[in-house]
């Protein structure tokens, strides 16, 4: 009995554990803002979620100059002249959204702060309680929103900020013996609060899956540029280099074992290309036979690495063996802006799948690192290791 209650907390366990590492790759992961905005425009959706943003955006104006010509509203100087102010802030904002491009992620924070504030110092001003709730719906709105483009530490904040405005909203309530209205306030922000990180979960369950070959489970081609322009954006000297993989021969294992075989052959490779990648690498199935490994190494580390992926491959197992064509390509670090490092990746690649072709030239199971000129700020290298 004792033994069946143990294997029972024991599968509990796991399943707890299971559920808390999902929730820390999600937290860890964040959201390529870049790349959900291209993801948009490339699909035409950009103009559509502008117009939707501004359009929710003026809510706040009109809002305010209601309250403000209201009879009912503020009486002092200071409350007119903050709503004013207010009305000519949500209206540059509309206009902002509406006329000019789709912003840039540290303007997107900014217009969002402006947003969040300008939505709780109306409710503040506001006379009474209706205003108070279509407040709370609009920074419901800004949460999905921040839960779309944002990373869930700036969703956190923005949740944090909308408690913190709802317990204000509701202090005054208490203060006149309302204490059953301002706790529905707090609980309803509370129960609205959920909502976003619940979507923003899950896009990015969906996103993570969309991103993944199903037969290795390794990222896919889109999920290689989503996740290595981050990589390759991020802040450090240390070079990134792209090491292309393209198994040898692969055809005529297909033609003597079958396809079946041909896939048991790539998830094996997937798994020792994971198990012997440099730490923080990202590993991916670019299609076919073809894998891509991109990491923040020197010259020297790059080959040594690829010589370790080649060797793992290369590892007899069973009655199938494959070797691979393995090529090398490393940039300087420090690439600006998403269109620098998005072209920066394409540039490598180029170079390390010529790179790879080489490798083929010779015979296959050797490494090639290609004499790069193309690229400005990458380091001249020409060396090869053979098997």
Request: proline share 4%.
């Amino acid at each position: 009995m004792s033994e069946r209650v143990t294997a029972h907390r024991r599968e509990h366990y796991a399943v707890v554990h299971a559920y808390l590492r999902l929730l820390r790759d999600w937290w860890r992961d964040g959201v390529d803002y870049r790349w959900v905005v291209n993801a948009l425009a490339e699909r035409s959706a950009l103009a559509v979620v502008k117009f939707a943003i501004g359009l929710c955006g003026l809510a706040t104006p009109l809002i305010s100059v209601l309250i403000v010509t209201s009879s009912a509203g503020p009486q002092s100087v200071f409350g007119r002249t903050v709503l004013w102010c207010i009305v000519a802030a949500s209206v540059l904002w509309v206009v902002r959204w509406w006329g000019l491009p789709w912003p840039s992620r540290v303007e997107s924070l900014t217009l969002l702060a402006i947003g969040d504030v300008c939505i709780t110092l109306v409710c503040v001003l506001s006379p009474g309680n209706v205003v108070r709730s279509v407040g709370m719906m609009l920074l419901l709105i800004v949460g999905i929103y921040v839960s779309a483009f944002h990373s869930p530490l700036v969703l956190a904040a923005h949740t944090a900020w909308s408690l913190a405005s709802a317990v204000v909203l509701a202090i005054p309530l208490f203060g006149v013996g309302d204490a059953a209205s301002a706790v529905i306030m707090i609980l309803g922000m509370v129960a609205a609060t959920v909502v976003p990180p619940g979507l923003q979960f899950c896009f990015w369950v969906l996103r993570s899956d969309m991103l993944a070959d199903p037969l290795t489970t390794l990222l896919s081609r889109r999920g290689f540029e989503y996740h290595s322009t981050m990589v390759v954006g991020g802040s450090g000297s240390v070079p990134v280099c792209v090491i292309m993989v393209d198994l040898d021969r692969f055809k005529a294992v297909n033609d003597t074992f079958g396809h079946h075989a041909g896939d048991q052959v790539l998830v094996r490779t997937a798994e020792r290309l994971q198990r012997a990648a440099p730490a923080h690498s990202i590993v991916s199935r670019l299609g076919g036979e073809e894998f891509a490994v991109v990491a923040r190494l020197p010259v020297p580390a790059a080959i040594d690495a690829a010589e370790l992926l080649r060797t793992a491959i290369a590892e007899p197992v069973g009655s199938i063996s494959v070797t691979a064509s393995v090529g090398i390509a490393v940039a300087d670090a420090g690439a600006d802006g998403y269109r620098r490092s998005r072209e920066l990746v394409q540039d490598l690649i180029r170079c390390a799948d010529s790179a790879m072709y080489q490798a083929k030239q010779r015979g296959g199971n050797t490494v090639v690192v290609e004499h790069i000129t193309a690229l400005q700020g990458i380091d001249t290298w020409d060396a090869t290791r053979s098997a």
